[in-house]
């Protein structure tokens, strides 16, 4: 019973911690986000696989897609050309992710914020900068 209660009393003091799972739904959501997506060019098959700069906010294991397939975590020294994307910014606090994605090949950069709506990431607020 005083396990119970604990589980209750932790949920209530921290109902919004944000685990790794809310972190790759919350990446996902950008990755899918039309207008993003205007900028990698999904159609252009040469593109594929993309890769991700290896960085402290994911691990190699993460499970994320652009366009149902698979993106590979790379070492900088490991790719070749401008053809990644680098997360420079992945800020969570509290039900809101503040991002910033870089991708090289097309000197774009993605930032903005996602919020935690009734478990689902929403993109409130963004710029897309072409540089």
Avoid at 40 to 51: A, G, M, N, S, V
């Amino acid at each position: 019973m005083k396990f119970i209660v604990m589980i209750i009393c932790f949920n209530l003091f921290y109902p919004s911690i944000i685990v790794q799972s809310d972190k790759l739904e919350a990446i996902q959501t950008i990755f899918n986000f039309e207008k993003f997506q205007d900028y990698l060019h999904t159609e252009i098959k040469d593109r594929f696989p993309y890769l991700i700069l290896e960085n402290k906010y994911f691990t190699k294991d993460s499970r994320i897609t652009i366009n149902d397939q698979p993106v590979l975590f790379e070492k900088k020294a490991n790719i070749k050309g401008d053809n990644y994307l680098e997360i420079k910014r992945f800020v969570v606090q509290d039900k809101i992710i503040y991002f910033s994605i870089f991708y090289h090949l097309e000197n774009v950069e993605f930032k903005g914020c996602l919020i935690l709506n009734k478990n689902q990431w929403k993109i409130d607020d963004y710029d897309i900068i072409e540089y």
